[in-house]
């Protein structure tokens, strides 16, 4: 993707939907490849290429012909795409833009590949970082441009950098990029709560793209009365997790227990068609019945459901039934009055059964 840059002025300006110009500020660096290097390698390092910041490293899926290539392009001198890195607030450099590259340089350092598919080069073919001899010295003193993002900048125009930047490759999931711009305490515990066996093996497919910790956020996200929510659910978990990054010991501990309540709660009262519209002849899990049950189980005691699973799960099915409700599920099934409306046919019938 093309980046507009004027980095005479060290800025970046920029044109959101509403038409207002944004202005980010940054400055810009050429350091060397040894340096670099040196600064992912300092202890703690000052330049952060952990993978469970960004996307993991993916260059080395087939082989290594794609991380030689570029380790080629760099002893051709080939201008090399600038580097994106966003300065937090104990002055270290988090990379935004650039991981691949930036990893493929270290672990080549690090002699953990051989040169593969090379055409310029032939004679390098099969020759680890510490075989090349002079080359060694020139690929250490290779420079490459890096744009630093000053910590002063809100973290939303950061994060729409992020989204513009890596628009040009893979395309970021939104949750890859909230973990990026919103590390934390309440992103350790996306993460953490991810890996529990229902949220992994969600709707029997592979997570990928950290679907799975976004599953987690909208349970947190969307439990009150959604004051503020205009019907954009990307912008309203963007401003959960923008609000709710540095949470407390107590706090982050708070919502990870009445998550993991709410979750077992769900799956011992509906068993293996948790999530489902056992109406259906091929039921499938579904990212709103786990809203829709999540939400409504989230305050109740294991007293009040105990001994009523069974008539609970029948008011459920009665539910996926109702006209009304199969009427939220068409069209806009995320705007707000379809959300509320899911919610008030389902909680009359609940009620019945929990306060009966």
């Known amino acids: 993707m093309q980046k507009n840059t004027h980095l005479s002025r060290r800025r970046i ?16 660096i050429d350091y060397p490849f040894e340096t670099l290097s040196a ?6 390092p000052k330049l952060k290429l952990d993978p469970d910041f960004q996307r993991k490293y993916k260059w080395d ?30 002055g270290t450099h ?43 010295a020139e690929l250490e003193a290779t420079t490459i441009r890096c744009i630093i993002l000053r910590k002063e900048n809100p973290p939303n ?16 999931s939104d949750q890859e990029i909230r ?43 969307l439990q009150d009365d959604l004051e503020g ?11 959960y997790m923008r609000n709710n990054s540095q949470l407390s010991d107590e706090e982050v501990k708070k919502l990870k227990n009445k998550f993991n309540k709410t979750l077992k709660m769900c799956c011992d009262i509906f068993e293996n068609t948790v999530f489902t519209d056992t109406t259906k002849n ?34 459920f099915k009665s539910l996926c039934k109702n006209a009304a409700f199969q009427r939220t599920l068409s069209g806009g099934i995320q705007n707000k009055a379809s959300i509320l409306k899911r919610r008030e046919l389902w909680q009359k019938k609940l009620n019945k059964i929990v306060e009966g």
């Not at 959101?16 to 980010?24: G, M």
């Not at 929510?229 to 401003?239: A, C, I, N, P, Q």
């Open 61 to 90: 899926k087939e082989g290594w012909e794609r991380a030689s290539r570029f380790i080629e392009s760099c002893l051709m001198r080939i201008p090399l795409p600038a580097c994106y890195f966003a300065e937090a607030a104990d």
């Open 157 to 172: 125009l950061v994060q729409e950098i992020f989204s513009r930047l890596n628009q040009g490759a893979v395309k970021l």
């Open 229 to 239: 929510y205009e019907g954009r659910l990307t912008k309203f978990l963007d401003s």
């Open 94 to 136: 988090l990379v935004i833009d650039g991981v691949q590259r930036l990893t493929t340089i270290e672990k080549f350092f690090n002699d953990e590949f051989a040169l593969e598919g090379m055409t310029a080069y032939k004679e390098l073919e099969g020759k680890k970082f510490s075989q090349l001899g002079n080359y060694c």
């Open 13 to 28: 300006i920029m044109t959101e939907a509403n038409q207002t110009d944004k202005t980010l500020n940054l400055y810009p």
């Open 179 to 221: 973990n990026a711009i919103y590390p934390g305490p309440l992103n350790n515990l996306l993460h953490t709560l991810s890996k529990i066996e229902e949220i992994e093996k969600f709707g029997n497919t592979l997570k990928d793209s950290r679907e799975g910790e976004e599953i987690v956020l909208r349970f947190f996200a």
């Open 39 to 44: 600064r992912i390698r300092s202890n703690p």
């Open 282 to 315: 091929r039921p499938k899990q579904s990212i709103v019945y786990y809203d829709l049950l999540m939400h409504s189980f989230a305050n109740l005691s294991q007293n009040m459901v105990n001994g009523k699973e069974s008539r609970i799960r029948d008011a």
